[in-house]
């Protein structure tokens, strides 16, 4: 139980933690390299995928906005 849940076990969680931390920022810092260097490239259907997600979230936007003209216009032609 103390080799598990004692000081020495839980030092030697902290430095495993330190460790991934390190690696994470090596890691980090590489993939920031890299996209600076050659920039974002998404493989099309993930390009394709995000636009029709895009696309499915404006369409009530879009819906709207066509109505509002539609009445705007109505009104126009009905009080000109």
Same mark, same amino acid.
């Given at each position: 139980?103390?080799?598990?849940?004692?000081?020495?076990?839980?030092?030697?969680?902290?430095?495993?933690?330190?460790?991934?931390?390190?690696?994470?920022?090596?890691?980090?810092?590489?993939?920031?390299g890299?996209?600076?260097?050659?920039?974002?490239?998404?493989?099309?259907?993930? +390009?394709?995928?995000? +636009?029709?997600?895009?696309?499915?979230?404006n369409?009530?936007?879009?819906?709207?906005?066509?109505?509002?003209?539609?009445?705007?216009? +109505?009104l126009?032609?009905?009080?000109?």
């Open positions: 139980m103390t080799a598990n849940l004692g000081a020495e076990a839980r030092l030697r969680d902290v430095g495993e933690g330190l460790g991934s931390l390190g690696r994470a920022v090596r890691n980090a810092e590489a993939v920031i890299q996209l600076s260097a050659e920039g974002l490239r998404l493989h099309p259907e993930t +390009a394709v995928a995000i +636009a029709e997600a895009q696309a499915q979230r369409r009530p936007l879009r819906t709207a906005l066509w109505a509002g003209a539609a009445a705007l216009l +109505a126009m032609l009905l009080g000109g």
